[in-house]
């Protein structure tokens, strides 16, 4: 792939991750503004969630089947300006009209991260090798668009409590206008399964799920997400009661972002090193660690210095695991792959995640130190559940796999030999096909159950 178009993509991922980075960490902030309770504001923030659940999986299978990937891009973040705009307004204040807003927001742009991935797997030469490089880019958007939110705040003077944070919004709605236009400059990607049916997609994804180590490693990615709404949800009010100036919650906020750039750029040697099994513990192991560091209850400076740990999990396990379902999956399932990753982990998991921390919140409240046990305990539980159940997994995949590429091979071989000498087609050979076996899997099953039928009707 040449230089110019890898450039578009590293903007591309800058500009994706700085729409949200410039206003998600202050929403917390902003909701309590406006005097909305615990539990609504976790209603609201389970609207990216719930959006989640619905249409990456459709975005995902229309641009498979039917658009160009840059061109869907680009019509998401154009939409979705419009919207920042309405938020940004200052005019919306009933936590109802919010809700709903906030729930057409992310149903319209919650596709866009799962598609942006699969573009950008689709337009390298070597994935695994430089799609760190490329996402890396992301988090300095995040990095950046949250000190642009910080000083936005200071610039027009509302960083005093209960004045909302508006031109947070405003200035997310510019930066998506912008990458809005900007896609349509972007490598063109068609779609690699529009001749396939719907049934045939459909068939395809069961079979993806069907893999015992996809399965596990989507129920893994699940049950960390349930941790991962903590956060945003309470995270940023906590450093704000331990004295943090509500102007630099967002600067805070980036710190995280600074060791997982890091981590992105040396990301193809932990996987080299290290395996996909022990990227993602690691990633598991610094939010547990992270979540311990909270619940000692420390002064403002290590509970800030704490959310580099989250930088260096989001690289191991968020953008590991993107990479990992990537190599696990056919050509024309990557943009339903990912999707799929989207609805597990920033659907459902975090559906269930934001509503179990707004109730928290109300019953232990936002300053109580037991809040981070509860997640603490859970990624400490998954983290040994990753390093000895993974590897059985991975080394079962990998026997199948060799299996399979020993009867491909055999195919090659008797195709090359029919080519040379036509009569072999007619002969008899030792080497059988995947399909062959499988018949003959399937003739020995139905014939023990045509024998237990004969022995249940004679008894």
């Not at 990456?56 to 705009?85: M, N």
């Not at 290290?274 to 209850?297: E, H, K, N, P, Q």
Request: glycine residues 10%.
């Amino acid at each position: 792939m040449n230089v110019p178009a890898k450039r578009r993509l590293r903007v591309m991922m800058a500009l994706v991750y700085a729409v949200q980075g410039a206003w998600w960490p202050l929403l917390a902030v902003h909701l309590a503004d406006l005097g909305i309770s615990g539990s609504a504001r976790g209603l609201i923030f389970s609207t990216m969630a719930l959006a989640a659940c619905v249409t990456p999986f459709l975005a995902g299978q229309i641009v498979d089947r039917r658009v160009e990937t840059q061109r869907a891009l680009s019509f998401i973040y154009l939409a979705g300006a419009g919207l920042l705009v309405v938020f940004g307004s200052g005019t919306i204040r009933d936590p109802r009209i919010l809700f709903a807003l906030m729930l057409v927001y992310w149903l319209l742009t919650v596709p866009g991260y799962g598609l942006s991935n699969s573009l950008t797997f689709r337009n390298l030469e070597r994935p695994r090798e430089e799609f760190g490089g490329i996402r890396l880019w992301g988090t300095v958007g995040w990095l950046v668009a949250g000190w642009g939110a910080s000083l936005t705040l200071v610039r027009f003077g509302v960083h005093r409590p209960g004045s909302g944070v508006y031109g947070a919004f405003l200035l997310a709605a510019a930066i998506s206008f912008v990458l809005g236009v900007f896609c349509l400059f972007l490598p063109k990607t068609p779609p690699l399964a529009e001749r396939r049916s719907l049934g045939d997609y459909l068939s395809d994804t069961r079979d993806l799920i069907g893999r015992s180590d996809v399965r596990f490693y989507l129920i893994i990615a699940f049950t960390v997400s349930l941790t991962t709404p903590l956060m945003y949800q309470i995270v940023p009010t906590d450093l704000q009661a331990r004295g943090l100036p509500r102007a630099w919650i967002a600067t805070a906020m980036t710190l995280g972002q600074i060791p997982e750039i890091l981590a992105l750029a040396f990301i193809p040697f932990l996987i080299h090193r290290c395996g996909y099994r022990g990227t993602l513990a690691l990633g598991i192991l610094a939010w547990s660690i992270r979540y311990a560091c909270l619940w000692v209850d420390p002064p403002l400076w290590p509970a800030i210095a704490s959310v580099t740990l989250h930088g260096v999990a989001t690289a191991c396990f968020t953008v590991g695991g993107q990479m990992y379902l990537d190599h696990r999956s056919p050509p024309h399932l990557r943009a339903g792959a990912q999707a799929l990753n989207v609805m597990t982990t920033t659907g459902l998991g975090s559906l269930c995640g934001g509503l179990s921390a707004g109730v928290l919140i109300d019953r232990l409240g936002s300053r109580s130190p037991w809040i981070f046990a509860i997640p603490c305990v859970i990624d400490a539980v998954l983290f040994s559940a990753v390093v000895v159940g993974f590897a059985r997994l991975m080394k079962r995949s990998s026997a199948v796999e060799t299996i399979v590429a020993g009867a491909n091979v055999g195919v090659k071989v008797v195709a090359h030999a029919t080519e040379a000498d036509p009569s072999i087609a007619n002969k008899t050979t030792s080497l059988t096909t995947p399909q062959a076996a499988s018949r003959a899997t399937d003739n020995k099953i139905r014939y023990k159950r045509l024998r237990r039928k004969g022995a249940a009707r004679s008894s």
